[in-house]
């Protein structure tokens, strides 16, 4: 029997505004959890599986020495596969011509991750002993063909195969060079590596993300100073974190969407709730018990989760495929699985919210007086003070598992309660205090104040939801906005996309002479490698802290420059440029990390020779700006006498296309780095990335509209019989709309002016803790949010009036009221 009644009433309750409300509520928050959800989480997968497929594999250690054979004992607990590779530089020889080549000796199998791509394909994972695979531009420049031979130190080898592509290049800008791999059981007999030699050592691991976390736990605690230890998950390329980014944005916009409909479930369910009375009295009147009454209400629920939830969570998955649809050729295939869980994870989050919002509101109606039927208006249930202590719990449960960190929910449901209860009472009395600033302004001050003292408590409750629910909007859309800003700013329209390095001091003067007949600018920078000895003439193990020993400037050769002014492309962060003997200008991140500070004395080894120099300025470095940037740079008169080389980047346009061939023509030494086609999938990246950015913002900004509209709308019909009150007394109808605009325009700038304190706060967190900005002011978002929130406010207030239809007097005086 509730079955059939509840059914037979569904049509009609759903038609209401306040079931169309709820219903749509739940079908934005589903799509839009469903949406950043599964294209957040696919996203962080792919990054990791991209940065290990870069990689070669999940993890790598490296060092300048040979790794212990203890190594490969240490890693057998985990069950990790691993390999070893020694990479060095060396001049390659073929037909009279030489060519500093990068050279990699691997064991098999190899690489653990990824795939090296040869023509003709290869049938091994490594070369066959005697035989190497060799770049495109190893042939082009030594003018031979696979199945020729090249000559590497005292050993031959016979070309197998042209190496197209390769993960685990190495780092630095010598894994630029061209490249080759050979079989390491070849190394010993080419004799290119003797005690001293500079050479990179690396072991590669592979195995699950588990594994993975406990071997990088147990080898970072096992680090020696010359070692550094890389992963898939934290090593990130340029791209990466510009992905990296976005991943976070969408999880942050999940959670805020989780939350805006969390509100709006519950002023829905609220309003549902106030407007069932009459028809649950009637139907506890016709005998129906409490029990039956949470039944049938239960039933209606859970159709309407049902009707909601389904098309929402296939939106969500559609609109997710769009999104993937448009980063598939930036994104590893094939993508990474989705678990069951993960696609029914929004539709449960949805019904979750729902059970608690309608046991909060819906329950007091078992409470429901008969009386009811014949008064009404003050007859209203009481809520028992268990279930608002169940709420603030629920709610908490609900984001623990959500964000999956039980101390980051409870710090974020304080956290919105106490904003939620301050912005209430703050809303409360900026009302209260404009309002007092107008009074001889406004002819209805009386009666506004009247209302103003009435509906303080309804202020506070409305001023708290809506002045945090503007608050999620304006921070989603900023930080939206100063992302793009951020990736946009890491590729300006004259990022360099060549680079030009081994530029010998003798060939200076003609290779910059050669660059300016050709119309390209570009700056070239000496190049001197260069080690950290001490600071304050202590040594590195005195002056440094065990943690600050394992920074990666104290535990390799840097590159170091001079010059006699800051580059172009570098800030000056504390001090000043100086021209003064000794005098040196350091990276901020550096001297942040190493707790260095202006007027420190830090010691360089060169080869056999040492020297020092005096920090006299800090200088901010933007690494990913495609330049020569440098740790440290000395004044002139210090390192100039040292052997260098040089180093250029510069751009060239479609024009210039042919300029590079032409450049490697009239200097064949010189090695170039063309990053072109890194640059294009970079800037594809981020413009598709900011075109799901700004559908999720349009959504997000959407279920919060529904959100405002919702609130307004409760306020209006708690106020019907109010109005109807002050036709009776006398008022006109324009007077008591006046009234209302009156008392919407002061709360939407209270509201306004408060967000703009909360929104300003709540980006410095998340830029500096989430997104990883630089926090910036935002002086638009004071003038334009008070004025916006005023006429948002006043508009749907005006709208959803129309909407509504007011009781006349003879209405009211029939009520009883």
Same mark, same amino acid.
């Given at each position: @029997? ?58 790598? @250690? ?82 031979? %063909? ?77 680090? %020696? ?9 934290? %090593? ?183 904003? *939620? ?41 409305? *001023? ?8 999620? @909007? ?61 600071? %304050? ?281």
């Amino acid at each position: @029997m509730i079955t059939k009644l509840a059914l037979r009433q569904l049509k009609a309750q759903w038609r209401r505004p306040d079931g169309r409300a709820l219903l749509l509520s739940i079908f934005l928050m589903t799509s839009l959890i469903t949406l950043l959800s599964l294209t957040g989480d696919r996203l962080e997968k792919s990054l990791t599986t991209r940065s290990a497929e870069i990689l070669g594999a999940d993890m790598v @250690m490296s060092s300048h020495r040979q790794l212990p054979s203890g190594w490969n004992n240490q890693t057998a607990p985990f069950g990790l596969s691993t390999t070893k590779v020694t990479q060095f530089t060396s001049m390659v020889e073929a037909q009279d011509s030489m060519l500093l080549s990068a050279i990699r000796a691997v064991d098999a199998p190899y690489p653990l991750r990824g795939k090296i791509i040869t023509d003709p394909p290869h049938l091994t994972s490594v070369p066959k002993s005697g035989t190497v695979w060799v770049e495109a531009s190893v042939l082009s420049r030594l003018n031979i %063909n696979v199945g020729d031979s090249l000559n590497i130190g005292y050993s031959s080898f016979i070309v197998d195969r042209t190496l197209i592509s390769s993960p685990d290049r190495g780092s630095g800008f010598r894994s630029f060079n061209p490249h080759i791999i050979m079989n390491s059981d070849d190394l010993a007999a080419t004799r290119v590596l003797a005690p001293g030699s500079r050479a990179h050592y690396r072991r590669l691991f592979a195995g699950s993300p588990e594994q993975i976390q406990k071997a990088e736990s147990f080898f970072r605690a096992n680090l %020696n100073e010359k070692q550094r230890l890389y992963t898939a998950q934290g %090593n990130q390329p340029v791209r990466g974190n510009t992905a990296n980014n976005a991943s976070q944005y969408l999880k942050l916009s999940a959670l805020f969407a989780l939350l805006l409909g969390s509100f709006s479930i519950y002023l829905c369910l609220r309003r549902f709730s106030a407007d069932q009375r009459s028809r649950t009295a009637l139907l506890m009147s016709l005998g129906l018990s409490r029990k039956q009454l949470f039944q049938l209400f239960s039933i209606q629920l859970l159709c309407g989760w049902l009707l909601a939830t389904i098309p929402g969570a296939l939106l969500g998955f559609g609109l997710h495929n769009v999104v993937l649809w448009k980063l598939a050729n930036l994104l590893p295939q094939p993508l990474p699985s989705l678990s069951i869980l993960s696609l029914i994870s929004s539709p449960l989050l949805a019904g979750a919210i729902l059970i608690v919002a309608g046991l909060v509101t819906l329950l007091p109606l078992g409470k429901t007086s008969v009386l009811s039927l014949i008064r009404q208006g003050n007859d209203r249930p009481s809520t028992h003070k268990l279930l608002y202590l169940l709420t603030p719990m629920a709610l908490f449960s609900i984001i623990a598992l959500f964000v999956e960190s039980a101390l980051f929910a409870l710090f974020l449901t304080t956290g919105l309660l106490l904003a *939620g209860l301050i912005s209430g009472w703050c809303v409360q009395f900026l009302i209260h205090t404009l309002n007092q600033r107008l009074k001889n302004s406004i002819r209805l001050f009386p009666l506004l104040t009247l209302r103003i003292r009435q509906q303080r408590h309804w202020h506070r409750l409305q *001023g708290g939801v809506l002045t945090l629910l503007l608050t999620l @909007m304006t921070v989603l859309l900023f930080a939206r906005q100063d992302m793009l800003s951020e990736w946009q700013g890491q590729l300006p329209e004259d990022t360099p996309n060549q680079f030009v390095i081994d530029i010998q001091p003798w060939e200076k003067e003609f290779v910059t002479q050669w660059l300016s007949d050709q119309k390209i600018p570009s700056t070239l920078y000496p190049i001197i490698r260069g080690r950290i000895e001490s600071l %304050n003439g202590q040594a590195i193990a005195q002056a440094f802290t065990a943690e600050q020993r394992l920074h990666n400037t104290l535990n390799r050769e840097l590159n170091l420059t001079w010059g006699n002014k800051i580059p172009a492309h570098n800030t000056l962060n504390q001090g000043q440029w100086s021209s003064a003997d000794n005098a040196i200008s350091i990276e901020q991140s550096m001297a942040e990390e190493l707790s260095l500070v202006l007027g420190d004395e830090i010691g360089f080894r060169v080869g056999s020779d040492l020297f020092s120099g005096t920090v006299t300025s800090i200088r901010g470095v933007e690494w990913a700006s495609f330049r020569p940037n440098f740790y440290v740079i000395f004044s002139p008169g210090v390192i100039d006498q040292l052997p260098a080389t040089y180093i250029t980047s510069f751009k060239t346009d479609a024009s210039q296309k042919n300029a590079t061939t032409l450049l490697l023509k009239a200097f064949p030494t010189l090695t170039l780095i063309d990053i072109e086609q890194l640059l294009l999938q970079a800037q594809d990246l981020i413009n598709k990335l900011s075109d799901s950015a700004s559908l999720i913002l349009l959504l997000t900004l959407l279920s919060g509209l529904i959100l405002v509209i919702t609130t307004l709308q409760q306020d209006l019909v708690q106020r019907r019989f109010e109005v109807a009150l002050l036709r009776t007394l006398g008022a006109s109808a324009n007077q008591a709309r006046q009234l209302d605009m009156l008392e919407y325009l002061l709360i939407g700038l209270s509201c306004g002016l408060l967000t703009c304190i909360m929104s300003e706060s709540l980006l410095y967190l998340i830029y500096t803790n989430l997104l990883q900005l630089a926090p910036q002011p935002h002086p638009f978002l004071w003038l334009a949010l008070p004025v916006l929130a005023t006429v948002l406010f006043a508009l749907t207030g005006l709208l959803t009036r129309k909407t509504l239809s007011l009781p006349s007097s003879y209405q009211l005086l029939k009520s009883g009221e």
